[in-house]
């Protein structure tokens, strides 16, 4: 009975033992980096909030001016600011026109890329091409601008005509975003092929489909989520450039679907009122706001798209 009971105090003592062993100790350190990591993203959120509150603030500022009427802000087509005149459908036209086009540009493109790379380059290939994407995506976006102005322009003149295309219009600016943004196009969408599993492709082989048919009917699709993230992502970005178009597009708020004429975006709008002799607290320098909240809002709601489809498309897939 003795030799009983010392085995059964014994085992307690180690059940004890296991059980101490296994409480979270404390570690100062990661403590610490938890609380800066807390610290990071409650200033990223603070940060969205403090945007939006002074974009919120300023743009009811500009529509109560009685000269100012929500109606005709978002059905005018007429933007004049010292004529009252705030119909802000030609700067939304022009945007979507040149993210358009630059969409027409990058978005075939960057995945045509992204697919080689992904299916097709040999490895010395992939380091090879990888780079330069990376230099193209690090080239300052003013000088994007200038080669719009000073390269693209005059390339459209000489193939399409003089008289067909303006010295500034949407087509250069278009073009031109589109080449900037398909470093990310292609970067996000090489990812996401990257990381379809090897046996769906495998599977696909063993069945006797070609690289082509497995890249197009296989690994696309199970990718579909991914890309589907790149595109709106490099949409949001085309939507928010400013110095290509401010400097290749125009400064006229023209309501025109004509790429070859100038037109002025509103990011372009927003960079040319700021930098001028613009007082403070005028109706003028409050509309650079309300510009912004609809830009704000626009890119909102593509994000918000975009987390419904790659919601949608993961689950397919999962």
């Not at 949409?235 to 401010?246: D, F, K, N, P, Y």
């Not at 830009?295 to 709601?301: A, C, P, V, Y």
């Amino acid at each position: 009975m003795a030799i009983a009971a010392e085995t059964v105090s014994a085992s307690g003592r180690a059940r004890a033992e296991v059980r101490a062993s296994l409480r979270r100790r404390s570690r100062p350190t990661e403590s610490v980096i938890q609380g800066l990591l807390f610290l990071c993203g409650a200033i990223s959120i603070l940060t969205t909030i403090g945007i939006v509150f002074v974009l919120t603030r300023e743009s009811l500022r500009f529509f109560a001016d009685p000269d100012v009427s929500v109606w005709k802000f978002l059905t005018g087509t007429t933007w004049q600011p010292h004529l009252k005149q705030f119909g802000i459908l030609p700067l939304v036209n022009a945007t979507l026109g040149t993210s358009a086009i630059a969409m027409v540009v990058a978005l075939p493109l960057g995945l045509a890329v992204a697919i080689y790379l992904s299916e097709y380059a040999s490895s010395p290939m992939r380091n090879a091409l990888k780079p330069v994407l990376e230099v193209l995506a690090g080239i300052p976006t003013v000088v994007f601008g200038y080669f719009a102005l000073m390269f693209m322009t005059p390339l459209l003149r000489l193939v399409l005509g003089a008289d067909l295309v303006s010295g500034y219009n949407m087509a250069s600016a278009g073009i031109v975003i589109g080449i900037l943004i398909l470093p990310l196009v292609t970067s996000m969408s090489e990812d996401a092929l990257h990381a379809v599993p090897r046996s769906l492709r495998e599977a696909s082989f063993a069945l006797g489909a070609t690289r082509l048919e497995t890249s197009m009917h296989v690994v696309l699709p199970a990718a579909l989520s991914g890309i589907a993230a790149a595109f709106i992502l490099a949409i949001s970005r085309a939507i928010g450039e400013t110095m290509v178009v401010a400097i290749a597009s125009g400064a006229s708020p023209n309501l025109t679907f004509n790429p070859f004429q100038p037109a002025e975006t509103m990011t372009g709008h927003i960079a040319r009122i700021s930098s001028g002799d613009l007082s403070f607290n005028t109706i003028d320098y409050d509309s650079i706001f309300a510009i912004g909240l609809m830009l704000f809002l626009m890119t909102l709601g593509l994000n918000a798209v975009s987390q419904r489809i790659v919601r949608r498309f993961r689950e397919q897939y999962e």
